[in-house]
């Protein structure tokens, strides 16, 4: 006798139909790799533009161009709505919506909350839900099973509950979703062998765990553990400077071992949704066990604490050469958080802009990503690139190290350089140079 989940199991890895709620930098890619592995995939979300330029072939993610996504648009393979309804046929739900922190850095699983009432409008027997936005250990069993049960369906036998965490890296063209593990932990062993199915259609390798608890919170060590370890880097490079050293020659230099070290570099701050978010989830949820995670108060201090920092480097290079910071105009190189995107959430060039402003100086920036960016109430637009826009400024910031930027030219014709990413650190050694 074939059972709900044998059937269900067939459909996964034939040609099924995937709902994916939300189409930001998780949903998009994700829902172009299944629609190029065969399945019918339908993307729902709130933001009306993301579902038009969906309906019209245009990508708004760095990682999907627009020539694949609208082959698939043209083919039937993919399309978009704004309302859960058109779910209701899906084989499979998968739950792509942001994570954000509460103004005291508390979760805000409120889109999570609102995407598992939704679909328990439309859930139905045979279907697999499987929510991948991260978030603290114990999300999927207390926001998503009861509300799914309370349809009357069983978890495992009627429908299948699994959590499998993004591991999307923007940008990244070595590693891509196909490319990186993904992790898969179901309410049952049938909720994830049926996860597993279905990500085994998009990834080259699938690493099933226990439970959904574990699959959250192997997110939540994943991004603790770097944090944790650039804050220590970050600190360290504060250190070298006091004692004269150049931390990113010690950090090449301790890379020579080939045991027992693996290398972090410092930066003006953590950008992304991630890095700055994920381990507050983590606090949270253990704070509530009566336990105070230490490692992560201390990591977050010093990464905060670097945008202030970088202002002060600057104000401290203009002193040097009897400068002040207010009237001094400023050039930041890069506003998004890392090289290659144009994403700027949380970036530290932000903060650091809104420092710089709010001790008088003139700044503007370039990014050839970025074309207009909201500093507090300043809105600043790219400014165009010549080598006279570099020698007009008393001092070029470089925040974000963007593969286009002519490395050379920039230390030849800026009068003063501060470089946050040792974009300069293969070139010979100059005194109107200054790295982290």
């Given at each position: ?81 704004d309302d859960i309804g058109a779910l209701k046929d899906a084989d499979a739900i998968v739950i792509c919506v ?309 490395w050379p030219a920039i230390v030849r014709d800026a009068p003063l350089v501060i470089d946050t990413r040792n ?14």
């Amino acid at each position: 006798m074939t059972t709900t989940a044998d059937a269900l199991k067939q459909r996964l890895a034939g040609e099924p139909t995937v709902g994916l709620i939300g189409l930001g930098y998780v949903g998009l890619p994700l829902a172009v790799a299944f629609a190029e592995s065969g399945a019918t995939v339908i993307g729902v979300d709130l933001d009306a533009r993301r579902v038009a330029a969906v309906r019209a072939g245009e990508s708004f993610i760095e990682d999907v161009p627009t020539e694949r996504l609208a082959g698939l648009v043209r083919a039937g393979r993919l399309s978009a709505a704004d309302d859960i309804g058109a779910l209701k046929d899906a084989d499979a739900i998968v739950i792509c919506v942001p994570t954000p922190l509460g103004k005291s850095k508390e979760p805000d699983i409120s889109f999570i909350v609102g995407a598992a009432d939704a679909v328990a409008q439309v859930i139905r027997r045979g279907q697999l839900v499987v929510l991948e936005s991260t978030t603290y250990p114990g999300t999927t069993q207390e926001i998503l099973l009861p509300r799914l049960q309370a349809r009357g369906l069983v978890a495992g036998r009627d429908v299948f509950i699994a959590f499998s965490p993004e591991r999307i890296d923007p940008g990244n063209r070595r590693w891509t979703l196909r490319d990186i593990p993904k992790v898969v932990g179901g309410i049952t062993d049938a909720c994830r062998d049926l996860a597993s199915t279905l990500y085994g259609r998009v990834t080259r390798q699938v690493v099933p765990v226990s439970g959904p608890e574990t699959a959250e919170m192997v997110k939540l060590f994943e991004n603790t553990f770097r944090s944790v370890n650039i804050a220590l880097v970050n600190e360290f490079a504060i250190m070298c400077r006091r004692l004269g050293l150049s931390v990113w020659e010690v950090i090449a230099a301790a890379s020579t071992k080939p045991f027992g070290f693996m290398p972090f570099y410092p930066g003006p701050g953590l950008g992304g949704h991630c890095l700055p978010s994920d381990p507050h989830y983590l606090s949270w949820k253990v704070r509530l066990e009566g336990y105070e995670p230490r490692f992560i108060t201390f990591a977050d201090e010093i990464n905060r604490r670097m945008p202030d920092y970088v202002v002060q480097m600057v104000a401290d290079a203009l002193n040097d050469r009897s400068r002040a910071v207010r009237g001094a105009r400023v050039l930041v190189l890069g506003v998004a958080y890392k090289a290659g995107v144009a994403d700027v959430r949380d970036s530290p060039a932000l903060e650091i802009i809104e420092g710089l402003l709010g001790r008088g100086a003139t700044v503007a920036y370039h990014d050839p990503y970025v074309p207009a960016v909201t500093v507090g109430a300043a809105k600043l637009e790219s400014i165009p690139w010549t080598a006279a826009a570099l020698a007009s400024r008393d001092v070029v910031l470089i925040l974000t190290a963007h593969a286009g930027y002519d490395w050379p030219a920039i230390v030849r014709d800026a009068p003063l350089v501060i470089d946050t990413r040792n974009a300069t650190g293969t070139l010979p050694p100059a005194t109107h140079v200054i790295r982290l």
